[in-house]
């Protein structure tokens, strides 16, 4: 069957480094996504890896390593506004249209 | 650019009312896609379109119909509503020779009592 896992909640101090987990069982695999989600809001698009590797983009780095079937998030330099839901998403078909979401990990940062 | 909008924002219906939710996207995206999001459950796939025309079912299509006249508009229809179908529903577009990202519209909030 199909499955992402990622943890629940995560919680965190201003000015740290934390790091969501997720690994996947999927029918296909083209792509990891990460999105993110304020107060129910509609989730934003924060990164994307088709290959292994780490990708970088400001306070927000994203990993995958397909041989393990597991990527993660990487948030720097914390801020409150960064407190949300993020969600990992595995895109199964080339023709980018069947995407899986991972049922979130809601990320608060404290001062 | 609006990006994508829905409409409505907010409503509450009655078990077996029906309704209609409308997405609209002014970025000429070929795929549109409808999801629902529960407490805990992350977002699942009702239904979705490659092009004006075509429909598919994703993981969660029943009690939903779909249709895609325009290619800028996706409409979302309960024939029957159930309290079940309470959620909220996010419609999202992607251009398809950009798949990476998708654009999420700001959310239809549906209860039914």
């Known amino acids: 069957g199909q499955s992402l896992e990622q943890p629940s909640e995560v919680t965190a101090v201003e000015g740290a480094i934390v790091q969501i987990n997720c690994t996947y069982q999927?029918?296909?695999?083209?792509?990891l996504s990460w999105y993110q989600q304020h107060d129910g809001g509609a989730p934003t698009f924060l990164s994307y890896?088709?290959?292994?590797g780490l990708e970088e983009t400001g306070r927000f780095s994203s990993f995958l390593s397909r041989s393990d079937s597991y990527g993660y998030l990487l948030l720097q330099e914390l801020q409150m506004k960064d407190s949300a839901s993020y969600f990992c998403?595995?895109?199964?078909?080339?023709?980018?249209?069947?995407?899986?979401f991972g049922k979130g990990t809601t990320l608060s940062v404290s001062s | 650019n609006a990006g994508v909008t829905q409409t409505p924002k907010f409503r509450v219906l009655k078990t077996g009312q029906s309704m209609t939710l409308l997405c609209a996207q002014d970025?000429?995206?070929?795929?549109m896609y409808w999801y629902r999001q529960d407490p805990g459950m992350g977002l699942r796939l009702i239904h979705y379109?490659?092009?004006?025309?075509?429909?598919a079912k994703g993981e969660v299509p029943d009690g939903y119909n779909v249709s895609r006249l325009k290619k800028q508009n996706f409409l979302l229809g309960l024939e029957s509503a159930a309290p079940s179908q309470t959620s909220v529903y996010f419609c999202?577009?992607?251009?398809?020779?950009?798949?990476?990202?998708?654009?999420f519209g700001p959310g239809t909030r549906l209860t039914v009592t």
């Open positions: 890896n088709a290959l292994d």
């Open positions: 999202a577009s992607i251009d398809k020779g950009a798949v990476r990202e998708q654009y």
């Open positions: 970025m000429n995206h070929e795929y």
């Open positions: 998403a595995v895109r199964e078909d080339q023709a980018g249209t069947a995407l899986i």
């Open positions: 379109s490659v092009g004006e025309g075509t429909t």
């Open positions: 999927t029918s296909g695999f083209y792509g």
